[in-house]
């Protein structure tokens, strides 16, 4: 490397642009004085980065620039460019050639130039000093300054020794080193302070928060498991509040029955004719006594007469056998009128019979048709509702499966593993029966569309779909969708035409959370009674809006109308047609029960009514019987009577005897009494037996009544029972709905479909109360706490890391200042020894004798250690050099010049006047010496000395 060109304008004396071509080997520049030779020197120092104006001989460093002459105005700018052949790469750049530019302006302001690209003044003093040419080290000596190098300090003289073993650069990495090191411990410094403080402030807030964290884990897994349990016992309950319904209403209609047909009305009828037949029995009983009493008076009077008739002298004798013959005669007369008797009672119970079988046979045909029309009913009965539960199964499978909506939908819906979906916008509504058509009308295939949290489920959800090229479905981003609805003023226009019913977002029902989408599907539609108001309203609005009728018609914005009959078969249709089949089986499954009830009462009472026709059979035919034994024994009786009639008529004589009529008279009358007696005997006996009989039948009536009692009372306490857990399960179940909203701001139905139990419900149940009492035990929390500690924490981490990496940086600054000061110190010592014992030999040899040499001043100190100079030229005996000659002192220096470049070769050399003090001999040394040396370095000289200028 070489200094090939030095151009310059503006800068100092140079008002006009100079452009001076140097070569290799040595250039002499020559001229009177002040004629501007320094100048050039300065340039070149200006140029390399010269910061001190004293040593540019200026007082400020705009004074550089030309500042006018007499004949010429100063200049702005001053500017200085040095051009080096850089063929060897001896300075680090791939350019063969490398310019470096300086300019300064008048205001101050500076620019550096590397071959026309502004660089800093950092760059170009970087360039010189990893290539070894330092700055103010050897290569520029400039004017007088050479006898500085021998008066000057022994530490500025140590520079001139680390320029020649290039530890400059490590130098001067070394002190950015420091300064890096002092800026990083001072941050470490404050950075210390701050996590200290931080400290004080994170350590009890960690405890705080993990106690918040602990907390809230458990009542999400709390919340998440009531929920469930609630729902699960919701539906328990709803399933008991149902059946107990049932079974109430069952209880009911049985105990009304059993009040009807109570029999103690019969018993207390039966009970009266007991106490009639008693009279009557009693009346007889008194009737018979008088008889028996009469009777006994005219037997004696029959036995006196008798009696008189024997001891009466004049009068017949009373023959015995014809009295007995007349008394068999009577008696027989009386049996006959007895028997008479008997039968025409016998044939009046018989008809009282058959009246009797008649009517029940009535009784039974209509039962038996009852019996028939309840049969049947319950076989219809049994068919529909196996027919019900049959749609029931279907409809709750086509839920569950979704059958209704398209596969994408289905497969978006049953893969657990997307998050942020909730359901297709039809599951989310609800509404009356007479909407629904409207409703399934206007929602058309968007309750096909699946609401999802926001854009990153539907993205995410796409993509699956995508993937497994499932089909397309539509999303409906919670946090994006905005509610639509019809200006008020629109509405009150069409309120009050006929048909008119309002905006359907306000006749359906749905989860608060999802109010924004099903107002902004159906908020901007209006339903009507029929086509005919729709027509009206639609003209109105200017077909602006959309209408439904409550017949499915709807007409679209702009005008086109759509009708006509659509499969009935989604899920809006199904729940609410699940829920009427529901409500139908149950109702069904209650008139079923009622039915075999009725059919039971009526099959016992055809068994009853069955039972008492053939007794009644049965009892005729023993009456009937009875009868043919009595005309039997009535005809024995009549012809015995007529026989001993014939007897009598025998014994005319009798009939003429007074005495004899007078006994006639009493036989006659003893046998009416006696007949009397008997046939009240026979009805006093008839009446115990009814009496016995009625006794019976009241005893089996008040068995049943008691076993009816018993069993009304036993279904009534079961009602009170039924009605008690009833309103239990009522308030149970109010309490649970009312805790679910209140404590949780859900509706059941949400609930049921997103919290679903993964255990046994007493389990679930002893879980929730062992989290609860965990709550309990971790009492009151800060909530606030686990936002703050993260929010401190991630600072007090991240200033941790930063100590870290300052701590590290620190400790590997120090390392590398280390390794530098190792580097230099070695290379120092190396080069110091080399330049020292060159400089001993160039010193005899140019002083022709005497002995020069280097010392360090603080030889265990060779990072800071000075260097002094020991100069004895011959013959002389001096103790400093700073007492030799101005020549003396030159020659000295130019020794350890020459020591230097000996050692370590300058590519380019400046030397103003250093020979100045020179005698013409040791000026001829000196050329000679550079003439030698004019090969390895370049030589720029300055000198006003002839010799010199020969050289
Ligand atoms: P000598 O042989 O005496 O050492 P020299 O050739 O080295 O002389 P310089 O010292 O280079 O001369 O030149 C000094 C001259 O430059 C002076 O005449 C001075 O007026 C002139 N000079 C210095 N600065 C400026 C400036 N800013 N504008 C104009 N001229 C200047």
New binding site residues.
Partial sequence: MYLKSIRSQGF??F?DKIDLEINPGITGIV??????????V?AVRWVLGEQSVKSL??SSMS???????ASRE?QKRAMVALTFDNRDHYLNSDFAEVEVKRVVYRTGENEYYLNNTRVRLKDITDLFIESGTGMGAFNIIS?GNVTDIVNGKSTDRRVIIESAARVLKYKKRKEESLHKLAKTEENLLRINLIIQELKTTVEPLAIESAKAQKYTAIKDDLESLDIALMCEDIATLNETYQTTKGEIDLLKSQTENYTKSLTESKLEKLKLTSLSVEDKINTLREKLLDLTKKLSNLDNEKRLTIERQKYMVDSPKIDESLVALKEAQLNLAKNIAVIEQEMVSLKEERAQKHAKYEEITNTLFKLKVEKDKYQSTLANKNKESLMLQNKIEILTNNINNESSSPLAVRNVLANPRLKGIHEPVGNLVKTTDQYLVALDTALGNSKNYIVVTDEDAAIGAINYLKENRLGRATFLPLNIIGPRNIPKDILQKVQNIAGYIGPLNELVTCDEAYQNIIDNQLGNVIVTKDALAMKAIGKLLNHKYRLVSLEGEMQNVGGSLTGGISKVNNIIYEKAELNKLKESFRLMQTEIAELNDKLEAVTSKITAAEAESSALIKEDLTLKENLAIKEETLKEYTKTKEEKESELVGLESWQNNELDKKLDTLLAEINLVTQEETLTEKEMQKLTQEKNDLGDEINILEKQVKEANALINSKLNDLKTKEVLLGKTEVKLDNLLKDLNEEYNLTYDYAAANYTLTMDANMAREKVNTLKKELQKIGEVNLGSIAEYERLNTRYEFLQHQKDDLEKASSELKQIITEMDEIMIQKFAKTFAQVEKEFSRIFTLMFKGGQGKLVLTDANDLLNTGIDIIAIPPGKKIASPLALSGGEKALTAICLLFAILEINPAPFIIL??AEAALDEANVDMFGKYLNKEKSKSQFIV?T?KKRMMEY
């Fill in positions: 100092k004396s008002a001229g009177p004085n002040g004629s501007g030779k320094s100048n050039i300065d001989r200026s004074d550089v620039i030309f500042n006018g002459s100063a004017q103003d006047e300055i006003h």
